[in-house]
Nanobody
């Protein structure tokens, strides 16, 4: 089992920044994939960014150039630095990880990000 604890969400004005963190704990050897998804009201959950154990990254088209994903393997933690935030970035952001050996995936409980003046 893997437990995920997210933090860093909140209310920010357009153009502002936030940093999300997701710390993983539990019984696993390593996490080969860590990432963030988001879901806005009335919309489907979508990929924001993900990073593999080698540091390779993928970003959703709408966040490229504004968001940066990183990870600290020693702490089993993934970060999402969000800059130049827009009202359309408002959503619940979910941490998502995949365990290397089992291949099982896990979701965090979600953290609300609201971009509004």
């Amino acid at each position: 089992q893997v437990q995920l604890v997210e933090s860093g969400g909140g209310l920010v004005q357009p153009g502002g920044s936030l940093r999300l963190s997701c710390a993983a704990s539990g019984s696993f050897f390593s996490l080969n994939l860590m990432g963030w998804y988001r879901q806005a009201p009335g919309k489907e959950r979508e990929l924001v960014a993900r990073i593999n154990s080698g540091g390779g990254t993928n970003y959703g088209d709408s966040v490229k150039g504004r968001f940066t994903i990183s990870r600290d393997n020693a702490k089993n933690t993934v970060y999402l630095q969000m800059n130049s935030l827009k009202p359309e970035d408002t959503a619940v952001y979910y941490c998502h990880v995949r365990a290397s050996l089992s291949g099982r995936t896990y979701w965090g409980q979600g953290t609300q990000v609201t971009v509004s003046s």
